[in-house]
C-alpha cells in the first residue's frame, strides 16, 4: 500500500500533478472525516483514471451555524489511511488561507431557487458556499491535459443537480460522475454525521430508509405513492424530527405532483428526505423511475 503524497499549497498541488503527467485525472473533493462513502468514491476514481487526487478541506463559507463548523469532524491521519487503502496518489490538504487567500470571495456563484430549496431552505447561503469551493477546486486539480473527471457522491444530491448545472453554465472542462449512496448494513446511508450519533438515535435514524423504502417499493409497483404514509413513520420516533421528504424531478428538483395525486407513479423521480436525529441533521434520497 502507498502512502498519498501530501499537497498542503496550491504550488505543491499543481508541481504533483504537473510531475505525474497523467493521461487521466479523477478528482474527489472532500470535507474529511472520511468513511466507506468515500471509499467507493475513491475506488470508482482509481479504476477509471491513472492519478487519483482528493481534497480534504472543511469549507466554512458552506455553514451556516458556526457551531456545526466547530463540531465537524476532522481527522487527517485516519483519513489519510483510508485514502492510501483506496488507492488515492494525493490528498490536497490545505489551510483556509490557502484557499481563501485573496479574502472570502468578492465574486460569488449564486446558487438560484435550486440552491433555495430543500438543504437550501434550512440553510441558507449552504450552496452559495458549496459552489464557491467546488468552483476553486477544480480548478486547482484540473490537469489542463488528458482526460479530467471528478467523482460527487449521489448522498447529496442537491449538491450534484447543482454541481451538475454550474459545470454546464459555465462550461467547466470537467466530466462529473454521481456515485450511487453506500449505506450500513442496517440501511443507514453513510455519513461523517454518523460519527455523531448515539447508539439509539442510530437505531431511530433507520426510519430515514424505512420510509424510502415503503415509497420507493411503491413506484416500482406502479402504485399511487401516497407519501403522507412514509411522513406517518416519522410520528413514531420521538428522537426524529422530519424537516421534508418529497418526490421531485431530478433535473429541476420541483416538487412532483404525484406527491398528493391517487394515480400511480410513472416517470422519473428523485425522493428527498432530511431529519434531524438529536443534534444531527441528516439526509437522505433515491431515484425513482417506472
Ligand atoms: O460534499 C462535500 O463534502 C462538500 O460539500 C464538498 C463537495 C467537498 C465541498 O466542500
Do not use: W
Amino acid at each position: 500500500m502507498k502512502t498519498p503524497k501530501i499537497c498542503k499549497t496550491r504550488q505543491e498541488l499543481k508541481a504533483a500533478i504537473a510531475e505525474a503527467n497523467p493521461r487521466s485525472l479523477g478528482f474527489v473533493p472532500t470535507m474529511g472525516a472520511l468513511h466507506q462513502g468515500h471509499g467507493s468514491l475513491f475506488r470508482i476514481a482509481r479504476e477509471e483514471n491513472e492519478l487519483v487526487v482528493i481534497s480534504i478541506f472543511v469549507n466554512e463559507l458552506q455553514f451556516n451555524d458556526a457551531g456545526d463548523y466547530a463540531r465537524y469532524p476532522r481527522q487527517l491521519q485516519a483519513d489519510v489511511q483510508l485514502a492510501a487503502e483506496a488507492g488515492v496518489d494525493i490528498i490536497f490538504a490545505p489551510e483556509a488561507q490557502e484557499i481563501y487567500h485573496a479574502g472570502l470571495p468578492l465574486i460569488k456563484l449564486a446558487s438560484g431557487r435550486m440552491g433555495e430549496l430543500y438543504e437550501g431552505a434550512s440553510r441558507p447561503g449552504h450552496f452559495d458556499g458549496m459552489l464557491a469551493v467546488v468552483s476553486k477546486l477544480l480548478h486547482l486539480a484540473d490537469p489542463r491535459q488528458g482526460a479530467y473527471r471528478a467523482y460527487f457522491g449521489q448522498k447529496d444530491a442537491q449538491q450534484v443537480v447543482l454541481i451538475r448545472r454550474m459545470v454546464a453554465d459555465l462550461d467547466y472542462p470537467v466530466e462529473l460522475r454521481s456515485v450511487p449512496i453506500v449505506r450500513s448494513e442496517k440501511g443507514l446511508a453513510l455519513s461523517s454525521r454518523n460519527a455523531l450519533l448515539s447508539e439509539a438515535e442510530k437505531e431511530a435514524a433507520m426510519v430515514l430508509h424505512r420510509s424510502i423504502q415503503l415509497i420507493a417499493d411503491r413506484a416500482a409497483n406502479h402504485e399511487p405513492l401516497n407519501i403522507e404514509d412514509a411522513i406517518g413513520l416519522f410520528q413514531m420516533e420521538p428522537l426524529v424530527q422530519l424537516d421534508y421528504f418529497t418526490v421531485v424531478d431530478p433535473n429541476t428538483l420541483e416538487e412532483l405532483a404525484f406527491n398528493c395525486q391517487d394515480t400511480p407513479f410513472t416517470g422519473e423521480g428523485l425522493i428527498l428526505v432530511a431529519a434531524t436525529v438529536g443534534k444531527v441533521r441528516l439526509i437522505d434520497n433515491q431515484p425513482i423511475s417506472a
